[in-house]
């Protein structure tokens, strides 16, 4: 549901010729894409799985928090630094493979596993992505 709106950002900043967008202009147009997905989201939800809905949200916010997520890898990319792209990549992968195990072994609810995952990405884009894209610059 998202993918039509994502538009591949990070391609089209990496490769364009010339200064006339910079990464903020990206990143608008981003969080709009991702403001309208939301609500194709919220609708789609009530309307097919109303049942479903906290569940299909959560996942929607995770994946609009991993585009955002895209768009900080553009600016890496850009400059070449693409172990920084890895090194978030890395501790993200195994962090969430440790949370979901952990939960799992727990008998923690779906939802409830969600939520925390939702909350350890929020995390590592905040003080991982966004701290070294400041430092960059």
Known sequence: LLQPLEMQFRGLYVTEKGDHL?????????????????????????????EMFNIILVIGIIKIIESQMDISYASFQRRDYLYYISYSKIIR??????????????????????????FLWLLIYIFIDINIGKYQY
């Open 93 to 118: 992968g195994l962090l969430t493979v440790f949370l979901v195990f952990l939960l799992i072994s727990n008998s923690v609810s779906l939802i409830f596993i969600l939520y925390y995952w939702l």
């Open 22 to 50: 910079n990464l903020s202009d990206y990143h608008s147009l981003r969080i709009i894409c991702n403001l309208l997905s939301l609500l194709l989201i919220i609708f789609g939800s009530i309307l097919f799985k109303p």
